[in-house]
């Protein structure tokens, strides 16, 4: 083998059809599946206890002043500071942007489902009707369950590595898994690396399909030579 086929790399792109998200050639129907939302429990409860410590404070130094007591410092201080400064001071329009991105962070975790790193993966089809009923049957006599499984992308990543790794010619690989699209990267230290990324695309494209992922991500391999076979 000469030096120009040593150096020379191998790249395989392929989604399924032509585009990702749909399930052609694999004879399954297309699966529209929803993503899974957040209980975000920690911001939620850090807005909250936020939200009753100022209001707290507020009605307690109300109260006091309603009673014949003075107010408190940092209040007539930063009544006094709203009042002298005008409204292009810097640190007025500081404040005003903080308290902007803080609303508009607060807005995007209520209207975006979050869990990223979860992949919804496929219900039962049409065709797994009865397989339905029968599951259903068994849960304790109760209709109407709705089934839902989803997989970590970490966790999907090591499982397509360890498929990658079971091909010949394979000596390292990583796998990189996105919500629309995994990227396997490979060394190759023998065998041809047409033969290699040829092989190594298949057994990625049925690591896949064994997933059962309701979105089908596009899948791009990439195999070139390691620097001891190089050498």
């Known amino acids: 083998m000469n030096t120009d086929q040593k150096m020379r790399q191998s790249t395989s792109a392929s989604a399924y059809g032509g585009r990702a998200g749909t399930d052609a050639g694999d004879g399954d129907p297309p699966v529209?599946?929803?993503?899974?939302?957040?209980?975000?429990?920690?911001?939620?409860?850090?807005?909250?206890l936020a939200v009753f410590a100022v209001s707290g404070l507020l009605l307690?130094?109300?109260?006091?002043?309603?009673?014949?007591r003075p107010a408190m410092r940092w209040r007539e201080?930063?009544?006094?500071?709203?009042?002298?400064?005008?409204?292009?001071?810097?640190?007025?329009?500081?404040?005003?942007?903080?308290?902007a991105a803080l609303g508009v962070w607060m807005?995007?975790?209520?209207?975006?489902?979050?869990?990223?790193?979860?992949?919804?993966?496929?219900?039962?089809?049409a065709g797994a009707e009865k397989d339905m009923e029968d599951a259903?049957?068994?849960?304790?006599?109760?209709?109407?369950?709705?089934?839902?499984?989803?997989?970590?992308?970490?966790?999907?990543?090591?499982?397509?590595?360890?498929?990658?790794m079971e091909v010949p010619g394979v000596?390292?690989?990583?796998?990189?898994?996105?919500?629309r699209r995994i990227r396997a990267r490979a060394l190759a230290h023998f065998r041809d690396l047409d033969e290699?990324?040829?092989?190594?695309?298949?057994a990625?494209?049925?690591?896949?399909?064994?997933?059962?992922?309701?979105?089908?991500?596009a899948l791009s391999v990439r195999v070139r030579r390691s620097a001891k076979s190089k050498g």
């Open 32 to 48: 529209r599946a929803k993503r899974f939302w957040s209980a975000r429990r920690v911001p939620a409860g850090i807005v909250a």
């Open 60 to 68: 307690y130094d109300v109260a006091a002043v309603r009673s014949g």
């Open 77 to 99: 201080w930063l009544a006094d500071q709203l009042a002298a400064r005008p409204l292009d001071d810097p640190w007025i329009m500081s404040g005003a942007a903080l308290l």
């Open 107 to 125: 807005v995007v975790l209520a209207l975006t489902p979050g869990l990223r790193g979860l992949l919804p993966m496929r219900s039962p089809g």
């Open 136 to 164: 259903e049957a068994g849960v304790a006599g109760v209709a109407g369950v709705a089934v839902r499984a989803g997989i970590d992308r970490t966790s999907a990543g090591l499982v397509l590595r360890d498929r990658a």
């Open 171 to 179: 000596r390292s690989a990583r796998v990189d898994v996105g919500r």
């Open 196 to 202: 290699v990324r040829a092989d190594l695309d298949t």
């Open 204 to 217: 990625l494209h049925e690591g896949i399909h064994q997933l059962g992922l309701a979105r089908r991500p």
